[in-house]
């Protein structure tokens, strides 16, 4: 592979990794539910009454819940790379809609759609939809300005893309150990290389979309046992997806060197970093065609109206 160029993500191999994970992921998800209430948070700061909502990478559906309290009347899409986490929403749902049904007096279902897609080909009209939500998801993506202008399609004008993603400081520490266990002339890749917030801002500008807002914020979480936290990180569905990875370093001896170079604090927990990236944007009227002539709307004066 040519110097400098960005690693691709082995999208057969995220699928499984989410497909293995979906049985258990209800009960390994905090961290994506952490970002998702802090997605909600944003929503509190714009005016929208969406009618359909396209949750793009959706996993379960956890987040349905809480868009549906939000705006009841929409109908909601999810759309996710793994079947396995699609069957498992579905099924989940199925299950709890006779309790929720119940609680909540509803006479029908929420209107909820699922489909198995890749977030850069959606199948979706053009200008279908007014909110799309993608939480913790866009980070696998290796055609991330490609995917902004699908969902720059799928939007309708005024309409809004929420997001998160991880940023560049996610797993630091992973790293760190990982490039100091097998010397620092090697080239080692044991996660995926993630997107700093700013160039995520160029990229959504480049995909037609007005007026981004960014923001990003740290969270670290402590071990006692740094076993603990690849097996956490694997039951999120987090796995090495790059083209680079050295090959015969995932045996039990590299892992424990690994583990010898990993920081810790002063209680000798062990550190792991995620750097959560927010932002959102809008859809706004082209301001030029295509062809780059420019959009000149023509609006008739109140006492002379246009002809015809």
Request: glycine fraction near 8%; hydrophobic fraction near 40%.
């Amino acid at each position: 592979m040519p110097a400098g160029e960005a690693p691709r993500f082995r999208r057969r191999r995220i699928r499984h990794a989410f497909n293995r994970a979906a049985p258990g992921f209800s009960g390994s998800d905090f961290l994506y539910r952490e970002m998702a209430r802090r997605m909600g948070e944003r929503l509190d700061m714009v005016r929208i009454t969406p009618q359909q909502i396209l949750d793009a990478g959706c996993g379960l559906g956890a987040d349905r819940s809480m868009l549906g309290q939000r705006y009841s009347e929409a109908q909601w899409l999810g759309i996710d790379s793994s079947m396995a986490m699609l069957a498992q929403g579905g099924r989940a749902d199925l299950a709890a809609s006779g309790f929720i049904r119940r609680l909540f007096n509803q006479a029908r279902h929420p209107r909820t759609m699922r489909a198995a897609a890749d977030l850069s080909a959606l199948p979706v009209a053009a200008q279908s939809m007014d909110l799309i939500w993608s939480n913790a998801a866009l980070h696998w993506l290796d055609d991330l300005p490609e995917t902004f202008k699908e969902f720059n399609r799928a939007l309708r004008i005024g309409g809004l893309l929420m997001f998160s993603l991880f940023g560049p400081d996610t797993l630091k520490e992973l790293r760190q150990a990982a490039q100091a266990a097998a010397g620092s002339s090697a080239r080692v890749d044991r996660t995926q290389t993630f997107v700093d917030m700013h160039d995520v801002g160029d990229m959504l500008v480049h995909g037609g979309f007005s007026d981004p807002v960014m923001d990003m914020e740290t969270l670290t979480l402590t071990y006692a046992d740094p076993w603990q936290a690849l097996h956490e990180l694997k039951k999120m569905g987090s796995c090495v997806a790059t083209d680079w990875v050295a090959r015969g370093l995932s045996t039990q001896g590299w892992w424990r060197r690994v583990m010898s170079h990993w920081p810790q604090d002063a209680d000798g927990r062990y550190l792991l970093t995620f750097e959560l990236v927010q932002g959102h944007a809008w859809k706004m009227a082209p301001k030029q065609h295509e062809d780059g002539r420019a959009v000149v709307n023509f609006m008739p004066r109140p006492d002379r109206p246009l002809r015809s």
